[in-house]
């Protein structure tokens, strides 16, 4: 899919956008072109994956190429969960209904797959180099997702979770269950220190000492 220009324009100028945009759309063809969804299933199965994991490692990407700054990195998270959080379908969206309707005629339930895939992708990176002790991250799963689906094997979410659990040898299927397939908001309080901005969103506070180390480590 092919994002309007303003998708994603959060405080810097349009090129760094622009690039962006490029660098969400080639990260496409490792999670889209070489890996993808099983075709059998509606889009809304795996979208989440698709789009959300795709813009999180375009971001990160970036930010470790120091194309954008760690401020820009986490102001784009934040535009993200600020979106998240003004989805009326946030709390009550679940991969069972996504798979149901049609999402390009539920603009709503189609931008949450951007919006909270990227928040998803988010607590994965810092879960799985929790777990393993920062010998992995999201990178290493990506690559596993690549080499494991690129035909003639394709994914879903339940190969997704497998592929994740072999990697940090864990059990995922909270994280799944409630995260995934369900509608429980995502918990990034469990990780970072969130406050109310003017505008009463929660955000990830960037003049946090811990929570500008934890992005800075996800960069490294
Ligand atoms: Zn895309």
Redesign the pocket.
């Known amino acids: ?3 309007p220009l303003s998708y994603d324009l959060v405080s810097e100028d349009a090129p760094k956008s622009l690039i962006r945009i490029i660098a ?2 080639n990260f ?1 063809e490792w999670n ?1 072109d070489y890996a993808s969804c099983d075709p059998t299933l509606p889009e809304g199965h795996c979208k989440w994956f ?2 959300g994991f ?2 999180y490692i375009a971001y990160l990407t970036l930010a470790k190429e120091k194309i954008i700054s760690p401020e820009a990195f986490l102001a784009a998270i934040n535009f993200r969960y600020h979106e998240y959080q003004a989805n009326p379908v946030a709390l009550t969206a679940t991969i069972a209904q996504m798979e149901k309707i049609d999402i390009y005629a539920n603009p709503d339930y189609d931008h949450l797959n951007y919006r909270k895939g990227l928040l998803l992708a988010l607590l994965m990176d810092i879960e799985i180099r929790k777990q393993t002790h920062g010998r992995s991250s999201l990178f290493d799963l990506m690559k596993a997702v690549v080499g494991r689906y690129s035909g003639p094997e394709y994914y879903n979410n339940s190969k997704l979770r497998q592929t994740v659990q072999f990697l940090t040898k864990s059990d995922w299927k909270y994280f799944f269950d409630h995260y995934v397939e369900g509608s429980m908001a995502v918990p990034l309080s469990k990780y970072f220190h969130v406050k109310k901005n003017k505008s009463a969103e929660i955000e990830i506070n960037s003049r946090d000492e811990s929570n500008r180390k934890l992005i800075e480590s996800l960069i490294d």
């Open positions: 899919m092919h994002p969400h759309e496409h889209g698709h789009e795709t813009d």
